[in-house]
């Protein structure tokens, strides 16, 4: 004879006993409690990581756009642009391009102001085109550097400090390349046309300087087949460990991004990892509802489980019934939850704007950069189904060992 219930049959009653009232309102508004306790969770865990997955991005593109991802560079701090010894360095992995340059510290001078710079000695032919330089600039262009015209790029807050604008001039003095002279040593300067401006909206903006690197090796005094190093573009900076990994020739070493900009993307990827583990707590409390609902459900289900027993269900198949009226709780939270926060994240600043609580954009921002990442929200969803279904194990069990003698004596 079969039965009116989809198969199996374990699954048609848990469901069954999801969707039906209970004769215990407490118990009902603590399993509805929990399950909304887990759809917040989930929502503000995929708007937060979103947001903070943004920033990184941001600081990745506009700070890691200037300044170099990797660098060969030589013991003695000088390298051959064309050694032989160097291996083919656009064929290892992640590198899309390379290009020699020179850096240096130095002093700017203008007529009323004097900052210290990093000054990067630069071919803008050899550069890639999509470069974020070749994008952020505010005027003036990136090709204007042609070696012998002596022109220089300045970060929009570097040109803010000494109060300039394209076509004015400034001198630029270099701490390497001094000489000495009957007045004392003399470092080596010259002055330089300001020839365009960039702002990557990054502190990058207020200590870059660049210049062709013809000039950066006249001021320095060095023959034109020595440079600083040979400059790598990767598709990921973070991908850096990959590249450093190859052998070089001896005396040639690796750097890369990290030694100076490693602490703040630590910081930044630290304060997404505690961000993230205070919102799994919110989810992990919402599950302990469910195991607090779902064992009152057990003493409110006695009797039924008890005449289940005795037609010869299994303590396995009872088990299961509770395993899924406990986890059938967490996937729906889980599921509205992540709903809930992409239509959050896709939309958060058109509402901020809305309620005028938008101020990263009242500071001059374009908005709260947002970047949502498929695989994390899969992994919050997953996570949090898990915690629910973990959550069941003991009411389940707890179930599964109720007498039917005991359970029906007052029936």
Do not use: C
């Not at 400034?170 to 390349?177: C, H, N």
């Amino acid at each position: 004879m079969k039965s009116g219930l989809f198969q199996p049959l374990t699954l048609a009653i848990g469901l069954r006993y999801a969707g039906s009232k209970r004769s215990n309102r407490f118990v009902s508004f603590i399993s509805l409690f929990s399950t909304f306790g887990i759809a917040i969770g989930v929502a503000a865990l995929i708007v937060v990581i979103s947001v903070m997955n943004g920033f990184e991005g941001q600081l990745k593109g506009r700070i890691l756009g200037v300044i170099p991802h990797v660098v060969v560079t030589h013991q003695a701090g000088r390298i051959e642009a064309d050694s032989p010894a160097l291996p083919e360095l656009t064929r290892l992995p992640h590198v899309v391009a390379a290009a020699p340059m020179l850096d240096s510290e130095g002093m700017l001078q203008s007529a009323s102001q004097l900052t210290g710079v990093n000054v990067q000695g630069i071919d803008p032919a050899r550069w890639p085109s999509d470069d974020i330089l070749h994008s952020q600039m505010q005027a003036g262009r990136l090709d204007s550097l042609q070696t012998g015209h002596y022109r220089i790029v300045l970060g929009q807050g570097v040109a803010r400090r000494l109060n300039v604008a394209v076509g004015d001039k400034v001198r630029l003095m270099l701490t390497e390349g001094t000489r000495f002279t009957p007045f004392g040593r003399v470092p080596a300067q010259r002055l330089f046309t300001v020839s365009g401006l960039f702002g990557v909206g990054a502190d990058v903006d207020d200590q870059i300087a660049l210049i062709a690197l013809g000039d950066a090796q006249r001021l320095l005094r060095l023959p034109p087949e020595t440079v600083g190093g040979i400059r790598l573009w990767l598709d990921d900076p973070f991908a850096a460990d990959q590249v450093i990994k190859t052998p070089l020739p001896d005396g040639l070493l690796w750097q890369d991004w990290r030694r100076e900009r490693g602490e703040l993307f630590q910081a930044v990827a630290m304060e997404k990892r505690m961000m993230g583990l205070m919102l799994v707590l919110i989810i992990a409390v919402a599950t302990f509802n469910i195991l607090s609902a779902l064992v009152m459900v057990v003493t409110d289900k006695e009797g039924e489980v008890a005449i289940l027993r005795t037609m010869g269900m299994s303590e396995s198949g009872i088990v299961k019934i509770f395993m899924v009226l406990g986890a059938s709780s967490g996937m729906f939270g889980a599921l509205f939850g992540a709903l809930a926060g992409l239509g959050l994240t896709l939309g958060l600043n058109p509402l901020l704007s809305a309620m005028g609580l938008n101020l990263y954009m009242a500071a001059g921002g374009s908005g709260l950069p947002v970047i949502v990442e498929p695989s994390q929200v899969l992994m919050i969803l997953g996570g949090a189904v898990l915690l629910s279904f973990g959550a069941t194990l003991y009411p389940a069990a707890r179930a599964a060992r109720v007498r039917p003698a005991e359970a029906l004596r007052y029936e």
